[in-house]
T-cell receptor, first 115, second 111 residues
Framework: EAGVAQSPRYKIIEKRQSVAFWCNPI?????LYWYQQILGQGPKLLIQ????????DSQLPKDRFSAERLKGVDSTLKIQPAKLEDSAVYLC?????????????FGQGTRLTVV | DQQVKQNSPSLSVQEGRISILNCDYT??????FLWYKKYPAEGPTFLIS?????DKNEDGRFTVFLNKSAKHLSLHIVPSQPGDSAVYFC??????????FGSGTQLTVLP
């Protein structure tokens, strides 16, 4: 079974530029998450989708971050314009929505450096 | 407001001995608790979980204990192996199935 795919693996941009990340979840997983992990901290949830609807985006900085999940499969996360403090690893995860299934499966992440 | 806390940033253990990683939480509405392991340049991988209605779950060398009254859980690894060296994250699941993570503990198992 293929895992969660993310691209690119690494990205370096200047502040005020924009950037987009892509995620393809595990086939059949209805729930998709984007997490931000700053160095030395645990992953922080940015947004959670169920199919193509948003379940939770309370911690998404909506003035600069946006995300979409068209057709309930792939998702993109965009930052525009980027700030230095956005430097982090952006993790995508997916999970089944069935009783008894608890874990989310993570991709390898995209490491963003804003200079 | 950190709802999930891992107060030990690092832990070193001799190979063959027991590793105990600790986690505290504040939200009594969490219904599942999970442990993830993370190697450098990889995403977190699921290790073991426990429902809030249980106090122990065991899977091979890994056992998770939950003390609801103390809002505390721990992960025991015995015997510890050098390949267990990684960052371990505690996570708690909320009502909408979102996970809240602790800040992680770097475990180093010395040969």
């Amino acid at each position: 079974e293929a895992g969660v795919a993310q691209s690119p693996r690494y990205k370096i941009i200047e502040k005020r530029q924009s950037v987009a990340f892509w995620c393809n979840p595990i086939s059949g997983h209805a729930t998709l998450y984007w997490y931000q992990q700053i160095l030395g901290q645990g992953p922080k949830l940015l947004i959670q989708f169920q199919n193509n609807g948003v379940v939770d985006d309370s911690q998404l900085p909506k003035d600069r971050f946006s995300a979409e999940r068209l057709k309930g499969v792939d998702s993109t996360l965009k930052i525009q314009p980027a700030k230095l403090e956005d430097s982090a690893v952006y993790l995508c995860a997916s999970s089944l929505d069935r009783a008894g299934n608890t874990e989310a499966f993570f991709g390898q992440g995209t490491r963003l450096t804003v200079v | 407001d950190q709802q999930v806390k891992q107060n030990s940033p690092s832990l070193s253990v001799q190979e063959g001995r027991i590793s105990i990683l600790n986690c505290d939480y504040t939200n009594s509405m969490f219904d599942y608790f999970l442990w993830y392991k993370k190697y450098p340049a990889e995403g977190p991988t699921f290790l073991i979980s426990i429902s809030s209605i249980k106090d122990k779950n065991e899977d091979g060398r890994f056992t998770v204990f939950l003390n609801k009254s103390a809002k505390h859980l721990s992960l025991h690894i015995v015997p510890s192996q050098p390949g267990d060296s990684a960052v371990y994250f505690c996570a708690a699941r909320g009502s909408a199935r979102q996970l809240t993570f602790g800040s992680g503990t770097q475990l180093t198992v010395l040969p």
